[in-house]
């Protein structure tokens, strides 16, 4: 089973930034994304970057979060640029492979509050 490494969570003010990061152990995901989950909600869809190449968002998050790989590093990031406090949330990052299937790593809380 691949591992996935996350950085970059924690507490920022309204209107600040985030970037995070998630390295997966195995070479050549086909796919690399992010979803997070607020209490009490249902997991929801932030970003996704099939081949580390193209991106996808869901309409209420684009211009504001922008995800981007590393295809050397097998690395995706998500930069978050002016949070508000309905994106406090656990953030998940999970990749998929052709022969294993998809991983998820542990989660990374982002809480924005003055």
């Known amino acids: 089973q691949a591992q996935l490494v996350e950085s970059g969570g924690g507490l920022v003010q309204p209107g600040g930034s985030l970037r995070l990061s998630c390295a997966a152990s195995?070479?050549?995901?086909?796919?690399m994304g992010w979803h997070r989950q607020a209490p009490g909600s249902q997991r929801e869809l932030v970003a996704i970057?099939?081949?580390?190449?193209?991106?996808t968002y869901p309409d209420s998050l684009k211009g504001r979060f922008t995800i981007s790989g590393d295809v050397d590093k097998n690395t995706v990031y998500l930069q978050l640029n002016s949070l508000k406090p309905e994106d406090t949330a656990k953030y998940f990052c999970y990749a998929c492979w052709q022969t294993t299937g998809c991983s998820w790593g542990q989660g990374l809380q982002v809480t924005v509050s003055a």
């Open positions: 195995n070479a050549s995901p086909y796919l």
């Open positions: 970057m099939p081949n580390l190449g193209s991106t």
